[in-house]
């Protein structure tokens, strides 16, 4: 009441004058979060993804060394 009165405005004006600063806040902070979040998300992705390929790699590594073995005990 008493900013209301020294800024010549009604009560009720002053509290939606606050009531939208919280709103606009809250919104720029959910931006921020959300931006946050999705650098980690794309990070995350990116090194599962490349596991995933590593995966791959040391499968084909593994079988080809089994066959490997296998082709050469059988020559035995």
């Given at each position: 009441?008493?900013?209301?009165?020294?800024?010549?405005?009604?009560?009720r004006q002053v509290a939606i004058w606050f009531q939208n600063k919280r709103a606009r806040w809250k919104s720029k902070q959910i931006e921020k979060d959300y931006k946050m979040l999705k650098a980690n998300y794309d990070s995350l992705a990116s090194s599962f993804e490349s596991l995933q390929d590593e995966r791959q790699t040391?499968?084909?590594?593994?079988?080809?060394?089994y066959r490997q073995y296998i082709t050469t005990s059988l020559q035995f």
């Open positions: 009441m008493q900013l209301a009165g020294e800024l010549g405005l009604q009560p040391l499968l084909l590594q593994v079988t080809f060394v």
